[in-house]
């Protein structure tokens, strides 16, 4: 199977496909756990880019290539995301700065959601097949290093 990424004609400035062969398999949760860590210790670079917006939870994707992308969350005292799951890619997110509470399961429902706060320097790996929500439950920040595959 091959994949095709949209390409802008430097004439036309019109936008074709490009094929660009094999798509390569995804990433194991194991392999994203090793990057998101990565990462987090690059805190020079994700400290100067971190925004934290008390209306808004704040995000930036760091870079993406055709095997995972990552990015930068920022959140302001108790923000939060709903329960959704990640359109079939499997991930790793590393809490850099404050703490977080994820409430996670499965897409097949096959066990019970689950609770764990997860503080600084905490970093989980999950399949494909994960669904959670994700808040922060403190009056400070936080920050989190995310990264899946196949990118989002």
Do not use: C, K
């Not at 704040?58 to 359109?87: C, E, K, M, S």
């Not at 097949?129 to 990118?151: D, F, K, R």
Request: net charge negative.
């Amino acid at each position: 199977m091959t994949q095709t990424i949209p390409t802008r004609d430097q004439t036309t400035g019109q936008t074709t496909g490009q094929e660009i062969g094999q798509i390569l398999p995804p990433l194991p949760p194991e392999r994203l756990l090793a990057i998101v860590r990565g990462l987090g210790r690059d805190a020079a670079t994700w400290r100067a880019l971190a925004q934290h917006r008390p209306d808004e939870r704040w995000y930036l994707r760091l870079a993406t290539n055709p095997r995972f992308d990552t990015w930068l969350i920022g959140w302001d005292a108790h923000q939060g995301v709903d329960l959704h799951d990640h359109g079939g890619s499997a991930g790793a997110l590393l809490v850099v700065e404050g703490e977080l509470l994820e409430t996670s399961g499965q897409v097949d429902g096959a066990e019970p959601l689950r609770e764990e706060r997860l503080g600084t320097g905490t970093a989980r790996a999950f399949g494909a097949g994960h669904v959670h929500w994700v808040v922060n439950p403190e009056p400070t920040i936080a920050t989190s290093v995310h990264v899946y595959s196949p990118p989002l």
